[in-house]
């Protein structure tokens, strides 16, 4: 595992160069990274959400492609297009925004239903299907995908089907002022977006995301997982708990965190760590509920401290 840790912690170093004092956050999309995941960043506007995508994909040196969804958007605009090109006298097609290996979906909520519905293919097969022709989506791939949690005059709630293929929900938040100072300082003759370069080959990402599958999740660990999972369904304040996407999320995010702290097992701390980001946002809060403002992070919260930690046992020899 110590080739996980040094490639996430030459990530991690090299972002903070650009995104300063989130380190934590930095290292959950490090981890749906590792996990061949997906982030859902929900925050204000200005705190960093596109350097974020940006700094990761210099940081590897991959393509990066940004996507500014608009109520007009089409889906054909994010997934490409077959144009007849006279000279040959046959179809070619034009690939679209979303054929990159780091995408920002900047927005999302903006664009209509069916503009939505064309990344659900792409995040889940890692294919895009355009005029009956499949083309496979080059590794690794990760859609960073952003949305205004304050206003929603003009947007469109994603579907819960979509919501679900996130494996994490993430907020940057506001700097702390001291960070806030620093980021005044660096930016005063030239953004540090600039100045970053490739710490990490893709053939380093791809092979940290092989060894990640190596990390060994004990019985009772994954019994753990899906009592959380399942307590989530069973709560009385939730209309819809966690699907079984979310116990996956919550064990490969589990083993990615294991490996990236240098460990080739998980430990209840890891599968604690990460409910919320990857658990809440799957959750749908019944109307009572919601008249009474109760949060999905407070019920997950809520679930974690009412579900026994599984403990140590001995092993037969």
Same mark, same amino acid.
């Given at each position: 595992?110590?080739?996980v840790?040094?490639?996430?912690?030459?990530?991690?170093?090299?972002?903070?160069?650009?995104?300063?004092?989130?380190?934590d956050?930095i290292?959950?999309?490090?981890?749906?990274?590792l996990?061949?995941g997906?982030?859902?960043?929900?925050?204000?506007?200005g705190?960093?959400?596109t #350097?974020l995508? &940006?700094a990761?994909?210099?940081?590897?040196?991959?393509?990066?492609?940004?996507?500014?969804f608009?109520?007009?958007?089409?889906p054909? $605009?994010v997934?490409g297009?077959?144009?007849?090109?006279q000279?040959t006298?046959?179809?070619?097609?034009?690939?679209?925004p979303?054929?990159a290996?780091?995408v920002l979906t900047d927005e999302?909520?903006?664009a209509?239903p069916?503009?939505?519905?064309a990344?659900?293919?792409?995040?889940?097969?890692?294919q895009?299907?355009?005029d009956?022709v499949?083309y496979?989506m080059a590794r690794?791939?990760l859609v960073?995908?952003?949305?205004?949690?304050?206003?929603?005059e003009?947007t469109?709630p994603?579907?819960?089907a979509?919501v $679900?293929?996130f #494996?994490?929900?993430i907020?940057?938040?506001y700097p702390a002022?001291k $960070?806030?100072?620093? #980021?005044?300082?660096?930016q005063?003759?030239?953004?540090?977006?600039?100045?970053?370069?490739?710490v990490?080959?893709? $053939?380093?990402?791809l092979?940290?995301?092989e060894a990640?599958?190596q990390?060994?999740?004990?019985d009772?660990?994954k019994?753990?997982i899906?009592?959380?999972?399942t307590?989530?369904?069973?709560?009385?304040d939730?209309?819809?708990?966690?699907?079984? &996407?979310?116990?996956l999320?919550?064990y490969?995010t589990?083993?990615? &965190?294991?490996a990236v702290?240098?460990r080739?097992?998980?430990?209840?701390d890891?599968?604690k760590?990460?409910?919320e980001?990857t658990?809440?946002h799957?959750l749908?809060?019944s109307?009572?509920a919601?008249?009474?403002?109760?949060?999905?992070r407070a019920v997950?919260?809520?679930?974690l401290?009412?579900?026994p930690?599984?403990?140590?046992?001995?092993?037969?020899?």
């Open positions: 595992m110590d080739q840790r040094e490639v996430a912690e030459r990530i991690v170093d090299n972002v903070e160069k650009v995104i300063i004092g989130k380190r956050e290292q959950l999309t490090l981890f749906a990274l996990c061949e997906h982030i859902l960043i929900e925050d204000v506007p705190v960093g959400k #350097m995508a &940006r990761i994909a210099k940081s590897i040196g991959c393509t990066f492609r940004r996507i500014q608009t109520p007009d958007m089409l054909s $605009d997934t297009v077959s144009v007849f090109n000279k006298g046959e179809f070619e097609f034009r690939p679209g979303i054929m290996q780091i999302i909520n903006r209509t069916k503009t939505q519905s990344l659900l293919e792409a995040m889940e097969e890692r895009v299907t355009v009956g499949t496979p690794p791939f960073l995908a952003t949305q205004n949690p304050i206003e929603y003009g469109f994603l579907p819960e979509q $679900d293929r #494996m994490m929900r907020r940057l938040g002022p $960070d806030e100072i620093a #980021m005044l300082d660096m005063r003759e030239v953004h540090p977006i600039e100045t970053i370069g490739q990490v080959s893709v $053939d380093e990402l092979a940290a995301q990640v599958k990390v060994y999740v004990d009772l660990i019994e753990y899906v009592s959380l999972v307590a989530t369904r069973q709560h009385p939730v209309y819809l708990g966690a699907s079984p &996407r979310a116990s999320a919550l490969k589990g083993r990615a &965190r294991a702290l240098g080739d097992y998980v430990i209840p890891d599968i760590a990460l409910a980001p658990l809440a799957r749908i809060i109307p009572s919601r008249i009474k403002n109760v949060d999905p997950v919260e809520e679930v401290s009412s579900v930690v599984p403990g140590a046992r001995v092993r037969a020899r």
